[in-house]
């Protein structure tokens, strides 16, 4: 873990809780451990780092505090310096393409899955059955042999080399070179990517290179049409990066059902339901004005921004009968907005 990171996670300026960030990097998967990566802009590191231990984290903290480059209230909270901001700002554009909330759970198997598809397929346009296959798991092999058969194999030929070719075309070169010399085909062994991360003497830091590199192309797939059939092949694995019972309560909501009916529907608690609703508002399209009455809309509309410090209980002081859900989709809704003006 590299002190440098964990300071870079601060950039966003405003004063934050320690404890929060630790269990966001662990992947505790809590509402308010996601509302926190949202509102600082830190969801895409969720899980990043499992195995930190608090120990190790509190270490780097502390040192960053101490050579000024943090600081921290009275209440315990941390915000980045002046001096902090300064360091950051010379690699302020590192890192920007990990999503590991997207991505994290899979993305290793998904890059298999790619590799081994390339080495069939290219395999198959030589008629060649005598190689090693890369996988030997069933996970890959019948993944694989089903999208085969699902199209003529001159088609399924012409297909791959073109999605790829489209691919590499939308990548840096670097980070094209770097995916295209890791695949094997007929008479082709690629290389690993240890090996081509090599020139890096930190293993953390060749770990968050090939986050970068990986999830930019998990992204860029992602982006292709749809029927393409590399999206096809990777989406499942993608969805399996998300909270399944709130995969099942986004289906339901699409019946505009109250909270209530959601509940029943679902046979959960209304507080799940309502954790499920807060982190569907984070990233997924979402229908706010369902869940956030004019009341609340009336009342939040010229309360003083920055949203990041809206503090639910001092906001409540004004008015005593605001409900915490409706004040999170509210906060939730402005930020979404103003960061997709930003753009």
Same mark, same amino acid.
């Given at each position: 873990m590299e002190p440098s990171f964990i300071l870079a996670l601060f950039q966003h300026g405003y004063k934050a809780r320690t404890s929060t960030l630790y269990h966001l990097l662990k992947g505790k998967r809590t509402s308010s451990v996601l509302?926190?990566?949202?509102?600082? &802009?830190?969801?895409?590191?969720?899980?990043?780092?499992? &195995?930190?231990? &608090?120990?190790?984290?509190?270490?780097i903290l502390d040192n960053l505090i101490q050579q000024k480059l943090l600081y921290q209230d009275i209440e315990g909270e941390v915000q980045i310096s002046s001096k902090g901001m300064e360091l950051i700002d010379r690699d302020r554009n590192r890192?920007?393409?990990?999503?590991?909330?997207?991505?994290?759970?899979?993305?290793?198997?998904?890059?298999?899955?790619?590799?081994?598809?390339?080495?069939?397929?290219?395999?198959?346009?030589?008629?060649?059955?005598?190689?090693?296959?890369?996988? %030997?798991?069933?996970?890959?092999?019948?993944?694989?042999?089903?999208?085969?058969?699902?199209?003529?194999? #001159?088609?399924?030929?012409?297909?791959?080399?073109?999605?790829?070719?489209?691919?590499?075309?939308?990548?840096?070169?670097? &980070? #094209?070179?770097?995916?295209?010399?890791?695949?094997?085909g007929y008479q082709q062994i690629g290389k690993t990517s240890f090996q081509l991360l090599g020139n890096q003497p930190k293993a953390f830091e060749r770990y968050l290179?090939?986050?970068?590199?990986?999830?930019?192309?998990?992204?860029?797939?992602?982006?292709?049409?749809?029927?393409?059939?590399?999206?096809?092949?990777?989406?499942?694995?993608? %969805?399996?990066?998300?909270?399944?019972?709130?995969?099942?309560?986004?289906?339901?909501?699409?019946?505009q059902l109250s909270i209530e009916a959601l509940a029943q529907q679902r046979n959960v608690k209304i507080s799940t339901i309502k954790d499920h609703l807060m982190e569907l508002a984070l990233t997924k399209e979402f229908p706010f004005e369902q869940f956030v009455s004019c009341e609340t809309s009336h009342h939040l509309m010229n309360y003083p921004k920055p949203y990041q410090n809206w503090v639910y209980r001092s906001v409540k002081q004004t008015s005593p009968k605001l409900d915490y859900f409706e004040f999170r989709l509210y906060q939730i809704q402005k930020l979404r907005e103003e960061r997709e003006l930003s753009k």
């Open positions: 509302l926190y990566g949202f509102i600082y &802009e830190n969801l895409r590191f969720f899980q990043l780092c499992p &195995e930190l231990s &608090e120990k190790q984290f509190n270490d890192l920007t393409q990990i999503d590991n909330y997207r991505f994290g759970k899979t993305d290793d198997i998904i890059w298999r899955l790619l590799q081994f598809t390339v080495q069939v397929v290219s395999n198959l346009s030589y008629a060649n059955k005598n190689y090693v296959p890369l996988e %030997q798991s069933p996970l890959y092999q019948k993944q694989v042999k089903m999208y085969i058969k699902s199209m003529p194999k #001159a088609q399924l030929i012409q297909t791959v080399k073109t999605e790829w070719t489209e691919i590499f075309s939308k990548l840096p070169k670097d &980070e #094209a070179d770097f995916f295209a010399r890791q695949l094997s290179l090939k986050k970068e590199k990986l999830h930019h192309l998990l992204t860029t797939i992602c982006l292709m049409p749809e029927g393409s059939f590399l999206k096809k092949l990777i989406l499942q694995l993608v %969805q399996q990066n998300e909270n399944k019972s709130m995969s099942e309560t986004s289906y339901y909501l699409k019946k």
